[in-house]
């Protein structure tokens, strides 16, 4: 399928309207990373990047091998503004 779309200044950029119907059949979505690259100098391929699990605090330390779950109060010295002790 072939379709048209508008390009548009957007801040610094330039910014372009992909219609719905091509956003359904690439598998994207409103805030999706995608790559892009340029073939042959003059035409640009959008291709979706997998989404990444995000990873809680326990699964992003299960493979380190100290401890980091530090038990001591730190000192970070006298209060030099506003800070309340």
């Known amino acids: 399928m072939e379709t048209t779309a508008k390009v548009s200044a957007w801040g610094g950029s330039i910014g372009i309207r992909i219609p719905k119907s091509v956003i359904e059949q690439i598998g994207i979505s409103d805030k999706s990373t995608v790559s892009l690259k340029v073939l042959n100098g003059k035409e640009l391929l959008v291709s979706p ?35 309340v002790w």
């Open 49 to 83: 990047m997998p989404i990444k699990e995000k990873k809680t605090l326990a699964q992003l330390f299960e493979e380190y091998p100290g401890d980091y779950m530090n038990e001591e109060e730190l000192d970070w010295g006298e209060p030099v503004g506003d800070e």
